[in-house]
């Protein structure tokens, strides 16, 4: 499971023999686990030029392009898997995957639009039942009180009940709506914020984290740098903390949107089937909605910029262009919205095509560029699982920050946060172990 390497020694063993599909199928392999879509996609491609019968390729290529959301191209290849396969694959490729991909298939492009949360009105009418014993909201409002009791509720691997979820979900979608896609913020000299990354689902990392920092309050901010959901097993307790905190003190409890809080993500990478376990389909509807009024970016004191992902697949990018974007809605394939959840940093001048299939991967001439343009010293970013949690890079002026240690219960990854204080706005990290 040490992909990175497997990725090294692949990709040696492929320029001493080139020809080998299964070199090409094993490196996708790897790509895939490091969320490197586009690589696996086009080493799944090559092993298939060289041979043809090589059914492992149909399947790998076939998830890479699940996980790029290209559902027609995935069905394509799965049906070969299943007409080429022998009967133990046929029963284990045709279960774990084509069934997958055509109820993903089904679903996608349905788009849902306000009339299909109509019914929420009547779910916050609903009575919350005598034998229902965990937290409730105070006269309809978020406490301390009930956030403490929600985290010990969720803890306890216990539901929040349907109406106290769809309060805070129609409260936190008003007070959403009224932020602007750029959020500036002012940090006084003796004042600190803390910025996390990627949290996708990792509840008690997330508690972890509060027991390790403080919990948020006016006197410590935070910042939450998108991907709160998918991939863990506790997104809904996950996203329904940090939306309860962000009612608390929304004036200190910050929010950006990352590339996992849009449908076609939630729909392969498990919130959307976990919302309808725990509740129901109208409730990941509203989540839906929801996330498309988080804002894109943050600046702090005009010197740092926040995003998820990272910069622009073209130079001259202004934050007055930032401000401009209408994030209402599902991020397009291309453009600034789409780069800010998705581009990359890359080590090398220039830009080059994107590791994961969308948007790009930049240089620190890129970064060097842009920073200078708008006026700005440093971006911290997240999108990316770091061994150490976090990584400097670009002669310092570009930082990833990713806080799920051993994401997906197998990267052996720490996690990280960072301080940044208004008198000299320089990131301190923080390391952190799972839990």
């Known amino acids: 499971k040490d992909y990175e390497n497997a990725v090294k020694l692949y990709s040696s063993a492929i320029e001493l023999n080139p020809s080998n599909a299964i070199y090409y199928g094993n490196r996708s392999l790897a790509y895939l686990r490091t969320e490197c879509y586009g690589y ?29 959301g290209k559902f027609k191209a995935a069905l394509r290849d799965y049906e070969m898997v299943r007409a080429r396969a022998g009967p133990g694959c046929l029963s284990w490729g045709q279960c774990v995957h084509p069934g997958v991909s055509v109820s993903i298939l089904g679903a996608h492009g349905q788009q849902h639009g306000p009339g299909q949360v109509q019914g929420c009105p009547a779910r916050l009418r609903d009575a919350i039942e005598d034998e229902y ?15 403490k009791d929600l985290m010990q ?28 896609t ?59 903390t940090l939306f309860g905190f962000k009612l608390l003190y929304p004036d200190h409890f910050h929010l950006l949107r990352g590339n996992h809080e849009t449908d076609n993500m939630n729909q392969i990478y498990g919130f959307e089937g976990e919302v309808k376990a725990k509740y129901t389909a109208q409730m990941f509807a509203l989540f839906s909605e929801v996330f498309e009024w988080l804002p894109l970016a943050q600046c702090i004191n005009g010197k740092v910029l926040i995003m998820h992902g990272g910069l622009f697949s073209e130079d001259g990018v202004t934050l007055d262009d930032i401000r401009k974007i209408e994030r209402n809605r599902q991020p397009p394939d291309s453009g ?39 006026r700005l010293e440093l971006i911290i970013r997240s999108h990316e699982v770091k061994p ?31 301080h940044l204080r208004g008198s000299d706005l320089r990131p301190d990290f923080h390391q952190f172990t799972a839990v």
Request: hydrophobic share 35%; aromatic share 10%.
């Open 336 to 374: 600034p919205m789409c780069d800010l959840l998705w581009s990359d940093p890359q080590p090398q001048n220039g830009r080059s095509v994107s590791k994961r299939g969308v948007s790009c991967q930049f240089g620190p001439d890129v970064t060097k560029r842009f920073l200078e343009r708008n």
């Open 388 to 418: 150490e949690g976090y990584e400097v890079a670009h002669d310092g002026r570009c930082v990833t920050v990713f806080s799920a240690p051993n994401y997906c219960d197998q990267m052996g990854n720490k996690g990280s946060y960072i």
């Open 153 to 180: 509720w969720y803890k306890d691997q216990k539901k929040l009940h349907r109406k106290c979820a769809y309060q805070i979900l129609v409260q936190v979608k008003e007070v959403l709506a009224k932020l602007p």
């Open 182 to 240: 750029l959020v500036e913020t002012t940090l006084k000299e003796t004042e600190k914020v803390t910025v996390c990354g990627d949290t996708h689902g990792q509840f008690y990392d997330l508690l972890n984290i509060f027991e390790l920092n403080g919990l948020p309050s006016e006197a410590n901010p935070y910042i939450f740098n998108g991907d709160f959901v998918d991939r863990g097993s506790f997104s809904v307790e996950v996203i329904l």
């Open 40 to 68: 696996a996609l086009a080493d799944a491609t090559r092993a298939l030029q060289l041979d043809a019968k090589y059914v492992k390729g149909y399947y790998r290529r076939a998830a890479s392009n699940m996980a790029l």
């Open 133 to 147: 014993s965990g937290p409730k909201l105070e006269d309809g409002k978020v406490t301390l009180a009930f956030m």
